[in-house]
């Protein structure tokens, strides 16, 4: 959004509770709104842009809200002085369940988030500690200079400071190295893995994240309402916060604003008007929120944010290419050193045996083929060397060390890059951002640093280094473009500078030249020569046999998940045990 | 605890369980055909539920009014699907499926309702009214949706049972009901009194089961939405039409519901948001079983309305909370050994 537009939102934010003529009931309003959108901030982070759903948030601002409750009336705190308090006891809630629930895949995820959600509401109803059902009442508002802010306009301020610190916070986590992880972390996080990405920890972190933002959701709630019960914590609410991320656009921090807002309004119109219509009280709200969630979802699953953000116009500037200093290069082994060595190794997947008893051995410097028919096992041995897949028997060695049976991550570490066959980039994120989730292992800079900005630095350095690599790869007129928008066989070309990124000793590519045209597969082997002439090794699987054949120093040839020739590409050509696993019999 | 307290929470529990059954199944069902997560299950329970005890009071039930709101809306959504090759024929054929049974049935229960026919009778007039929504249910929230993901079909499940809770507020008012049991005659089994409610609990659970089982065994239309089950596509390059098996399948589980909401009513007091809870712990079986198996789900209802029994007993208040509990570690079992995750966009 353009930064006179949010200026002029700011000022109008600061003055408006104090115009003559405004009713207190509109601050009150905005209050809530301002409540509302804090928690949907948490969900743009955990929903929108990490792809996990959750029905449960509203517990969390249950456990804010009854922290700060307790600790005032009961033994007499500051209300200020709660909130570190409120924080990490919201946060250590949200560990545990988070260390639960986080391993949870697909839809199990939201329907534990159900489960647990139920569970702490009628936990808040039970609790004596609470005052059961009764809850907990006369809860000392804010006190600041001298002054209760028993009044809707002194919270506003308190408020509405913290959902704009939210919104900061929330944006300069998700333009950071960690967010690039959050994001990675749809379509599966195969790709995260691959490069170092420890994705467990990073739904942790997200989930924590989302908990901590209702939680003081729900500290401001007790001390605006001045006392608290276990009903606004409960699944409806908490179904509540997710319309209001997916009206407002759940990928979007400008989009949890604007969904607390009309989700807001419009349920405080709708009990206004409902009861009226229908003639008796009740929740009826809920039966338009309900229609409003499936019609969104089947007509505008992106929200109303991206909708409104097309019709300000914005000025196009060129943005800037990213300088800085290199990153410090990993030290590359001499050429001829075995670099991977791969013993015997067997992959069975139930009674399919995948990959049969396979050795081979890749050194230093040299470019090395694996190649074979479809379904001989290629890419399982990709993914049983980067950790994707553990072997059944057999053992593969990276300079000297056992990487079989340990994880993505640690491989990554090690200095293997990857592509996959499949490519594995995110359509909605810049190439620029794509390429630069590869250098992810070498920044260290973490979530607060993010949060607070103090990872500019190192920032730049990585997208700077991510630049290098895709003008390296020769794209780099695409560099600025969502990923989605380009062919797949450019696709394939980010995926290598991607791979570049994590300054690898090994590179494994996977069919780089599908999808190439002439041309591009020439440039992309002087590319490869000229990247094995640095330094580099490579193995790669290709089924372009004059691509393979000009290119690798030494193949492996393998069908039917056995290794059947290996050798100079020109022996290997005229093997009778290749020919007829390529041909079928003599031809 | 003497014999005669565990014999009772015994009895309680599998009587319980063979509802959790039952709506198990339906989710099961449900899940692998269209693959959607029917959160509104508790709703068709609730539906039934308040309709036989309506009908006992000789009152028209607020569901023959739901009944006319979900067939309006799913025709409006299905006319405004062919809007450019409405013919005659095809009128006539929306007609058929959206007008004729709920003009029919509205008609019927209108006509039924204040003779008092009796439990059987209204037990059986209830299921008619309520089971016709799960295919309009389908039709306006889930067929526009049926290349989406599990977690958006999830969602708007969720967002279906948010206004379905809504409207039976609206139809039903905020009063519980409870209704005659349909079969009065008990006996005793050495100490423990047995109801014949509780009997026609099980037979009811019991003769579904089978039904089910040569519904999916023996016809072509079983076959046809076992399928759809497997694959979508498949099934439907052989002719499946998968939106039709989508709305059976959504038949089936409101039914199915509704049965189960006739079958409780005379047992505990329902209020027009009971379902969610009784649907949820379903839930909990249909998950232990991967959403995938009915044996295993039916095993675990059994054993969900035990656990369930004997809270009750030992610890009322935290009932729910021990209930729902129970549900995370099987989720942590299901996703460790899960081998493989679907990508989530």
Redesign the interface.
């Given at each position: 959004m353009p930064r006179p537009i949010l200026l002029v939102l700011v000022v109008v934010g600061a003055v408006f509770p104090l115009l003559p003529g405004v009713p207190v009931f509109w601050v009150t309003l905005l209050n809530n709104i301002g409540l509302g959108a804090l928690v949907a901030l948490g969900l743009v982070v955990l929903t929108g842009v990490g792809g996990l759903t959750s029905f449960g948030q509203a517990a969390f601002c249950g456990f804010g809200a009854f922290t700060t409750a307790v600790l005032t009336t009961r033994y007499g705190w500051s209300p200020w002085a709660t909130l570190p308090v409120a924080v990490a006891i919201t946060g250590a809630a949200a560990l545990v369940l988070g260390l639960l629930t986080m391993r949870l895949s697909g839809h199990y995820l939201p329907l534990g988030t159900i489960a647990w959600g139920l569970s702490l509401y009628f936990m808040f109803g039970e609790l004596e500690l609470f005052h059961r059902h009764d809850g907990i009442t006369a809860i000392p508002p804010f006190h600041v200079a001298g002054y209760d802010l028993y009044d809707s306009r002194g919270i506003y301020y308190v408020i509405w400071a913290c959902v704009v610190l939210a919104a900061l916070a929330t944006r300069n986590l998700l333009d950071s190295r960690t967010g690039r992880a959050i994001r990675a972390l749809r379509g599966g996080g195969m790709a995260a893995a691959a490069f170092g990405v420890s994705t467990m920890r990073v739904k942790l972190v997200v989930f924590v994240y989302a908990a901590l933002l209702a939680g003081i959701s729900g500290w401001l709630y007790a001390h605006m309402q001045r006392a608290v019960n276990q009903s606004p914590f409960g699944i409806n609410a908490g179904i509540e916060y997710l319309l209001m991320a997916v009206l407002g656009g759940a990928g979007y921090v400008g989009g949890a604003i604007l969904g607390s807002g009309l989700v807001t309004l419009l349920k405080d119109q709708l009990q206004r008007i409902l009861p009226q219509l229908f003639g008796s009280r009740g929740n009826y709200e809920t039966i338009v929120f309900g229609a409003l969630l499936i019609v969104l979802l089947q007509t505008a699953r992106e929200g109303l944010w991206p909708r409104l953000v097309a019709l300000v116009p914005e000025r196009r500037h060129q943005p800037r290419l990213p300088q800085a200093e290199p990153l410090p290069a990993r030290a590359r082994p001499p050429a001829g050193e075995p670099l991977l060595s791969l013993q015997s190794v067997r992959k069975a997947f139930g009674g399919l045996i995948a990959v049969n008893d396979v050795s081979f051995n890749v050194r230093a410097g040299e470019i090395v083929g694996l190649i074979g028919p479809n379904g001989a096992g290629k890419s399982t041995i990709f993914n049983l060397v980067t950790g994707v897949l553990w072997p059944t028997s057999g053992e593969i060695k990276f300079r000297g060390e056992r990487v079989s049976g340990r994880s993505s991550q640690f491989v990554a570490r090690r200095g293997i890059g990857r592509t996959f066959q499949h490519v594995n980039v995110l359509p909605n994120m810049s190439v620029l951002e794509n390429v630069a989730l590869g250098a992810h292992l070498r920044g260290r800079k973490g979530t607060f640093s993010s949060v607070v900005r103090a990872d500019r630095d190192e920032e730049a350095r990585l997208l700077a280094e991510a630049a290098r690599q895709i003008e390296r790869m020769g794209l780099a007129r695409h560099m600025h473009r969502a990923a989605g928008s380009l062919s797949l066989g450019q696709l394939r070309i980010v995926e290598i500078a991607r791979a570049l990124c994590l300054d690898p000793v090994l590179l494994l590519l996977d069919e780089p030249a599908a999808g190439l045209r002439h041309m591009e597969k020439r440039e992309l082997a002087q590319t490869l020569v000229r990247l094995k002439n640095e330094g580099l090794t490579i193995l790669l699987v290709e089924h372009d046999m004059s691509f393979v054949m000009q290119l690798t120093d030494h193949l492996v040839v393998v069908d039917f998940g056995t290794k059947i020739a290996e050798g100079r590409p020109a022996d290997v050509r005229t093997d009778p045990a290749v020919i007829e696993a390529y041909l079928g019999g003599v031809a | 605890m003497d014999a005669t307290i565990l014999l009772f929470l015994l009895q309680d529990g599998v009587t319980n369980g063979a509802i959790y059954a039952l709506l198990a199944l339906a989710l099961v069902l449900v899940f692998a055909v269209t693959r959607v997560?029917l959160v509104p299950q508790g709703e068709f329970v609730t539906y039934g539920a308040l309709t036989l005890a309506m009908l006992d009071l000789g009152k028209v039930p607020g569901t023959a009014g739901l009944l006319i709101v979900f067939a309006a809306l799913a025709l409006a959504v299905e006319v405004w699907a062919n809007r450019r090759r409405l013919s005659l024929k095809l009128s006539g054929r929306l007609a058929l499926f959206y007008v004729l049974p709920p003009l029919v049935i509205v008609v019927l229960a209108g006509w039924l309702a204040p003779m008092r026919l009796g439990p059987v009778p209204q037990a059986l007039l209830a299921i008619a009214i309520v089971s016709p929504m799960g295919p309009y249910l389908y039709r306006?929230?889930f067929q526009?949706?049926s290349e989406?993901s599990?977690?958006?079909l999830?969602?708007?499940a969720?967002?279906?049972?948010?206004?379905?809770?809504?409207?039976c507020?609206?139809f039903f008012?905020?009063e519980g009901l409870r209704a005659q049991p349909l079969i009065t005659t008990g006996f005793t089994a050495g100490p423990l009194p047995v109801s014949g409610q509780s009997i026609a609990i099980y037979l009811a659970a019991l003769g579904l089961m089978l039904a089910l089982y040569l519904f999916f065994g023996r016809t072509i239309l079983g076959k046809a939405l076992r399928a759809t089950a497997v694959n979508r596509l498949g099934a439907r390059l052989v002719g499946v039409r998968t939106a039709l098996s989508g709305q059976l399948a959504f038949l089936i589980a409101a039914a199915i519901g509704a049965l189960s909401g006739v079958l409780i009513a005379p047992v505990t007091t329902v209020f027009y948001d009971s379902g969610f809870?009784i649907g949820?712990k379903g839930?909990?079986a249909a998950?232990v079983g991967g959403l995938v198996s009915y044996p295993v789900a039916v095993a675990a209802a059994v054993g969900v309305g035990l656990v369930e029994a004997f809270a009750s007993f030992w610890a009322s208040?935290?009932k729910?909370?021990i209930v729902?509990?129970l549900?995370?570690p099987v989720?942590?079992v299901?996703?460790?050994t899960?081998t493989h995750?679907?990508?989530?966009?």
């Open positions: - | 997560i306006i929230a526009p949706l989406a599990v977690l958006v999830l969602i708007a969720v967002g279906a049972h948010f206004s379905m809770t809504g409207l507020l609206l008012g905020p809870l949820l839930f909990v998950i208040s935290f729910e909370i729902f509990m549900i995370i989720l942590l299901r996703s460790l899960a995750t679907e990508d989530e966009e």
